[in-house]
């Protein structure tokens, strides 16, 4: 089986650094998504990580070790706009079709 | 491209009622998949598809069938509704062998669904 922790909610204030934290057990890993979810919308995909380190693209960043079964998302310069819950998900071992996600950390951003 | 639509957007029904959730996508993605999304749950899968004529069982598949008849439909039925699935429901595909990143799941806009 499958398992995620995320935390519930965290503040952040407008124009700083945030990182949100993932823990996740799996019977075999097959890389792992963050995906951004706007109140009232429909979640969008973010980044994706099948090898450790650190991937960037624009303000966010993603991170990965696999040895400790734990990723976070970094957001740069925060903005009002990204107020939203963070979703983390992993597929199962035997492919994408099957995707367990977290309960996700919803974020507010304050001026 | 629409993407992936569903509909209803909103739907009341009654307990004991039986409807079904349309889903589409235009895609030509492979992979299609129905989550139910609850207060402090998280997206739950529900069922899933691989391609047309294939679906199996997700997390939390009783009280729902499925069918996949053509590779951009992916209708959810509810079979008799109960209170347990006043939930939002998503629809998502993902191109799965068809080309391009297996793994980014496109969602449709959601149907909020309220059973009394």
């Known amino acids: 089986g499958q398992n995620i922790d995320q935390p519930t909610e965290m503040t952040a204030t407008e124009g700083a650094i945030v990182q949100i934290n993932c823990t996740y057990q799996t019977s075999g890993f097959n890389g792992l998504f963050w995906y951004q979810q706007h109140a009232g919308e429909a979640p969008t995909f973010l980044s994706y990580?099948?090898?450790?380190g650190l991937e960037e693209k624009g303000r966010f960043s993603s991170f990965l070790s696999r040895s400790k079964g734990y990723s976070y998302l970094l957001l740069k310069e925060l903005q009002m706009k990204d107020s939203a819950s963070y979703l983390c998900?992993?597929?199962?071992?035997?492919?994408?079709?099957?995707?367990?996600f977290g309960t996700g950390t919803k974020l507010q951003v304050i001026p | 491209n629409a993407g992936v639509t569903q509909t209803p957007k909103f739907q009341v029904l009654k307990t004991g009622q039986s409807m079904t959730l349309q889903c589409a996508q235009d895609m030509n993605h492979e992979y299609m998949s129905w989550y139910r999304q609850d207060p402090g749950m998280g997206l739950r899968l529900i069922h899933y598809?691989?391609?047309?004529?294939?679906?199996d069982q997700g997390e939390v598949p009783n009280g729902y069938n499925v069918s996949r008849s053509t590779t951009e439909d992916f209708p959810l039925r509810l079979l008799s509704a109960a209170p347990s699935q006043t939930s939002v429901y998503f629809c998502a595909s993902s191109s799965g062998t068809s080309g391009g990143p297996a793994y980014e799941q496109y969602f449709g806009p959601g149907t909020r669904l309220t059973v009394t």
């Open positions: 598809s691989v391609g047309a004529g294939i679906t």
């Open positions: 990580n099948v090898l450790d």
């Open positions: 998900a992993v597929p199962n071992s035997g492919g994408y079709q099957k995707v367990t």
